[in-house]
């Protein structure tokens, strides 16, 4: 409206001024300009202040246009901080979740790993307590077996302390009555010239024996450089078969000298079982050796080779057990024949004193019938033979050893 009317005003006074002079009746239409002039600027003045309030409106609005642009662009900037923050955050979110699935997927591999790490461990374990269970069985039957052994051991001795106290008896007696006899048979000559020939074809250099008791040895201790127990109890009894001058006792035991000493299938044999109880005592020490460090050593590798070997020890030491009983049934049967031999000849023996006595007694007189001197040496002959074979078996005796 207001432009309209500021167009229209213009127009208006060039009209009224390009009009020239009219009838009357214009005249009074000319008197009345003045007052149209004052209408025109009341309505240029009031289109002006229309206009100029519009423009003060206009710049108002502007103004908050103005005010509200910056603070939609301050909103804006706003909004774009946080979105920015929020694409950090969404960014750093991803990144940890990244983060975590791959330590999931680190963690799912350690824990396989660990599983199966574990599940070998396990396998390794049972293996080790079969390992265990069978050396501890082995273990307890090789105590039981040694146990064994020393009762063996134990009762083997005392029958040979009973026998070595059978044997001083013996030769206390016969030492008596050997002493009694000569002292009789030297007031009759012709008699003691017959026991003067036999005591030339028998008697020899007084011998010393060996006497148990006067062995320097304890069970249980060390009698060699080696300190293997088992082998040195062993290698006792091969010691008791052989003479040594250290080892005598202090008096005569018997002056009937033994045949020479030519190694006889017997002596061999007892020697080679000897032999084969002392391997047999070093592989026994040799096995238990080889199971402790079975027990100790960590590493399955040579617990595998540990074992290998020990397996063929034990079959070593079964050959070697199977042998033992072998040598022994022989060396029995040749005790058994030496035995018999030794029967026949103490018979033959006692058959020849017999008849000897018999002939002194027919030719002596009625005091020597008394006393009968012929009897007397024939008891004490028999009793030295019984002597002697009792001590001969005694040093050919051998110890018995199971495995």
Excluded at 1 to 20: D, F, G, R, Y
Excluded at 23 to 46: A, T
Excluded at 76 to 104: D, G
Excluded at 351 to 373: H, I, V
Aim: net charge neutral; glycine share 2%.
């Amino acid at each position: 409206m207001a432009a309209a009317s500021v167009s229209w005003l213009p127009i208006q006074l060039s009209n009224i001024l390009a009009e020239p002079s009219k009838s009357n009746g214009n005249m009074v239409h000319r008197s009345s300009s003045p007052y149209i002039f004052l209408n025109i600027k009341k309505v240029l003045d009031e289109q002006i202040q229309e206009r100029e309030n519009s423009k003060n409106e206009e710049s108002e609005h502007n103004q908050e246009l103005t005010s509200q642009l910056l603070a939609a662009e301050n909103k804006c900037t706003l909004l774009e901080k946080q979105l920015e923050y929020m694409w950090n955050m969404i960014k750093h979110a991803e990144m940890e979740r990244t983060s975590v699935l791959e330590k999931q997927v680190t963690l799912g591999r350690e824990q396989q790993h660990d599983q199966t790490h574990v599940q070998s461990q396990l396998v390794k374990l049972d293996l080790l307590e079969q390992e265990y269970n069978k050396l501890t069985t082995m273990q307890a039957l090789a105590e039981k077996k040694m146990q064994e052994l020393e009762a063996k051991l134990h009762e083997e001795e005392q029958e040979r302390k009973c026998m070595q106290a059978e044997a001083d008896e013996l030769q206390t007696d016969l030492e008596t009555k050997r002493l009694t006899f000569e002292d009789k048979t030297t007031s009759y000559s012709p008699i003691a010239r017959k026991v003067k020939k036999k005591e030339e074809l028998f008697w020899c250099k007084p011998h010393y024996r060996l006497c148990l008791r006067d062995m320097p040895f304890v069970a249980g201790k060390s009698t060699s450089p080696s300190h293997v127990v088992v082998a040195n109890v062993q290698h006792v009894p091969h010691l008791t078969k052989q003479h040594s001058r250290v080892l005598c006792h202090d008096r005569v035991v018997s002056n009937i000298p033994l045949a020479k000493q030519v190694p006889s299938r017997s002596n061999r044999s007892k020697k080679s079982a000897v032999t084969l109880q002392d391997e047999l005592g070093q592989m026994s020490f040799d096995h238990q050796q080889l199971a402790k460090l079975m027990q100790e050593s960590p590493d399955t590798e040579l617990k595998d080779n540990l074992e290998c070997e020990l397996e063929a020890l034990v079959g070593r030491m079964e050959a070697k057990a199977n042998q033992i009983p072998k040598v022994r049934k022989y060396q029995a049967q040749l005790d058994k024949q030496k035995l018999e031999k030794q029967k026949k000849e103490v018979r033959a023996n006692k058959k020849t004193l017999d008849e000897e006595g018999n002939s002194s007694g027919r030719s002596s007189g009625k005091d020597f019938a008394k006393l009968r001197p012929g009897e007397k040496s024939r008891k004490n002959l028999q009793l030295l033979k019984n002597m002697q074979t009792i001590q001969n078996l005694l040093q050919s005796s051998n110890v018995c050893w199971d495995y």
